[in-house]
């Protein structure tokens, strides 16, 4: 079992470049595939950016590709979000996940069994 906790959120003004992190417990964080998530006051859960065990691959939603970036190092078992060019729509608590089996493509959001309690990441326009 994984547990994960978020950093790296906070009040930020328009076409800012905060990075999340999340950190990671146990030692098989290498077998992880890893997301990011979202959810703003009102509106459902959305994925944001996926990656695979190796970080071989990646995946974005639409509103975030060019501005966002996924990455993880697996020595530190840690995953990052870079985002670039921040929008007060991207105002939401930002949340990291993890799934023990391989995710290939755009996964859904079900299809991660382990959730960090979340930061808020605030847009200031």
């Known amino acids: 079992q994984v547990q994960l906790v978020e950093f790296g959120g906070g009040l930020v003004p328009a076409g800012g470049s905060p990075r999340l992190s999340c950190a990671a417990s146990?030692?098989?964080?290498?077998?992880?595939?890893l997301g990011w998530s979202r959810q703003a006051p009102g509106n459902v859960r959305e994925f944001v950016a996926s990656?695979?065990?190796?970080?071989?691959?990646?995946n974005y939603r639409d509103s975030v590709k060019g501005r966002f970036t996924i990455s993880r190092d697996n020595a530190k078992n840690t995953v990052y979000l870079q985002m670039n060019s921040l929008k007060p729509e991207d105002t939401a608590v930002y949340l990291c996940?993890?799934?023990?089996?391989?995710?290939?493509?755009?996964?859904?959001?079900?299809?991660?069994?382990?959730w960090g309690q979340g930061t808020q990441v605030t847009v200031s326009s």
């Open positions: 990656i695979t065990r190796s970080g071989g691959s990646t």
């Open positions: 996940a993890a799934s023990f089996t391989e995710l290939i493509g755009r996964p859904a959001l079900n299809d991660y069994g382990y």
């Open positions: 146990g030692p098989t964080f290498s077998r992880y595939a």
